[in-house]
């Protein structure tokens, strides 16, 4: 069965499922809720009710439901890379007793 949104938006039984079953698999928070929030209006929520569970701007929700619409693809949810540099953050290291080390890790 399809739903029909008033503004055209449609998702079948298999959106469905796949939004299921990837919102039990995904590991990243900000992945998670842009999933829920698809899942959320595919099954009939409005998007304002969708924003304000899952945290998200009204925009949000509709730009995400459109990237998911254009490609049936959850991955299309994820981050894309984005330019500049990475963050570099700095970890202290415990080189022996008493003495540490600072390191950077790049996230």
């Known amino acids: 069965m399809n739903t029909f949104l008033r503004n055209g938006?449609?998702?079948?039984e298999r959106d469905r499922q796949c939004l299921s079953l990837a919102l039990t698999e995904v590991a990243e928070a900000r992945l998670f809720r842009r999933v829920q929030a698809v899942l959320l209006v595919a099954r009939g929520q409005c998007f304002a009710a969708a924003a304000q569970t899952t945290g998200?701007?009204?925009?949000?929700?509709?730009?995400l439901v459109r990237r998911y619409q254009e490609s049936r693809d959850v991955a299309s949810?994820?981050?894309?890379?984005r330019s500049g540099r990475p963050r570099l953050m700095q970890v202290a290291i415990r080189s022996g007793p008493?003495?540490?080390?600072?390191?950077?890790?790049r996230f």
Do not use: C, H, M, T
């Open 9 to 12: 938006v449609e998702f079948d």
């Open 56 to 63: 998200l701007s009204l925009r949000s929700v509709y730009y």
């Open 77 to 81: 949810l994820k981050d894309r890379p």
């Open 98 to 105: 008493g003495r540490s080390s600072v390191a950077q890790a």
